[in-house]
């Protein structure tokens, strides 16, 4: 039922998928920007309905795993996260990968719905340790459409990385802002 609500919305908004999704990864991260709106998060669940990305989990506020909703996240895959502040949050995640045959997890690698100058570095550290592909889901309002990068594996030139994943998402514009000022961070 789902899933034919989220065809439906999908196709009803012009919405399209430009790319295909590299079915064939046990492991992965995919990080997903620009992350503007909680609207994006709708988007997200319903292209996961439809591309059947059942298996893929999520990082969250730890305050959504509270009360009644708490059971609705995690029924949803995902994992609680206390931003207050990082608990060996990469090493933790990595443990998981380790752990697993298949595990795949997506993340906004801004961190915020607000409009930053840099990506935060976690997602990056965890490919590195875990030694898995990172998958970039751009999402573009302004031409409905939601894009997947081939597999991209990182290098440990972070500045260059960063620089080829700014690159593909720079020309997306997100719900409540259109221009990604996103600058290599030097460290």
């Known amino acids: 039922m789902l899933k034919k609500i989220a065809r439906w919305y999908l196709n009803y908004y012009k919405w399209q998928f430009v790319g295909s999704y590299p079915f064939y990864l046990k492991k992965s991260i995919i990080i997903v920007a620009p992350h503007t709106s909680n609207i994006d998060f709708i988007i997200g669940l319903m292209v996961r309905s439809v591309l059947k990305l059942y298996h893929v989990k999520f990082l969250g506020k730890h305050i ?34 380790n752990k697993n045959d298949s595990f795949t997890l997506v993340l906004s690698p801004e961190g915020t719905r607000k409009q930053v100058k840099k990506f935060k570095s976690g997602f990056y550290y965890i490919a590195l340790k875990a030694k898995i592909p990172i998958i970039m889901a751009g999402i573009d309002y302004k ?18 990385d960063f620089g080829k994943m700014y690159d593909f998402f720079r020309p997306f514009q ?7 000022d996103w ?3 030097e460290n």
């Open 64 to 97: 959504l795993f509270q009360g009644p909703w708490g059971v609705f996240f995690k029924r949803l895959g995902g994992i609680s996260v206390d931003r207050s502040s990082s608990h060996q949050m990469v090493e933790k995640i990595v443990d998981i990968y």
């Open 143 to 160: 031409t409905k459409s939601i894009h997947f990068s081939s597999p991209f594996y990182i290098t440990e030139d972070k500045k260059a």
């Open 183 to 185: 600058v290599i961070d």
């Open 174 to 180: 997100g719900k409540n802002y259109q221009e990604n």
